[in-house]
T-cell receptor, first 117, second 110 residues
């Protein structure tokens, strides 16, 4: 059963440190999403890519967050410098879609639980 | 993006049918309706997707009226393992990614 793989599953670090979260999308999927989940805000869409190109990153704080897809098998989300308010669970999801057709249901990883002290 | 409104929580008992209704008054012509389920410490999991009328799979049914301004997820004969948060999403075509609302927390009692 194909799965979206996220690493690390848990990360605890101090404020000001750089954090890198990685995601391996399902083979053949051409769209990758990054979401953040907190108790207060729920699931927020941070950014998404289609065919490795960023389509929308308006949900992401630009001054400290960056998202990239170095290749089709790896997506990264970086925070530099990290702040306590960045503490959340970060989910990656992948799917398949085109400009014309419906985006097929997203498959989610189990998330990276990030704690910034 | 189309905004969705769902009940915050629902309670049920094992073996009952559960219907969760979602309102999406400003749904666009090309928007699809998708439902996800999320357990604690896990990512959301796709349940069902539809555009109009009725869709059924092995897990649930999705009822969409002709005006598409609402949709109802129907879970037949729920069990304790169906206790989870259920999200209704609208969109998903072209560049318009799916955006999650606040979800409905379903609690199934023995």
């Amino acid at each position: 059963d194909a799965r979206v793989t996220q690493t690390p599953r848990h990360k605890v670090t101090e404020m000001g440190q750089e954090v890198t979260m990685r995601c391996q999308p399902i083979l053949g999927h051409n769209t990758v999403f990054w979401y953040r989940q907190t108790m207060m805000q729920g699931l927020e869409l941070l950014a998404y890519f289609r065919n490795r190109a960023p389509l929308d990153d308006s949900g992401m704080p630009k001054d400290r967050f960056s998202a990239e897809m170095p290749d089709a098998t790896l997506a990264t989300l970086k925070i530099q410098p990290s702040e306590p308010r960045d503490s959340a669970v970060y989910f990656c999801a992948s799917g398949f879609g085109s400009e014309e057709g419906v985006l097929q249901p997203q498959h989610f990883g189990d998330g990276t639980r990030l704690s910034i002290l | 993006l189309a905004k969705t409104t769902q009940p915050i929580s629902m309670d049920s008992y094992e073996g009952q049918e559960v219907n969760i209704t979602c309102s999406h008054n400003n749904i666009a012509t090309n928007d699809y309706i998708t439902w996800y389920q999320q357990f604690p410490s896990q990512g959301p999991r796709f349940i069902i997707q539809g555009y109009k009328t009725k869709v059924t799979n092995e897990v649930a049914s999705l009822f969409i009226p002709a005006d598409r301004k609402s949709s109802t997820l129907s879970l037949p004969r729920v069990s304790l393992s169906d206790t989870a948060v259920y999200y209704c999403l609208v969109g998903g075509t072209g560049r318009r990614a799916l955006t999650f609302g606040s979800g409905t927390r379903l609690q199934v009692q023995p």
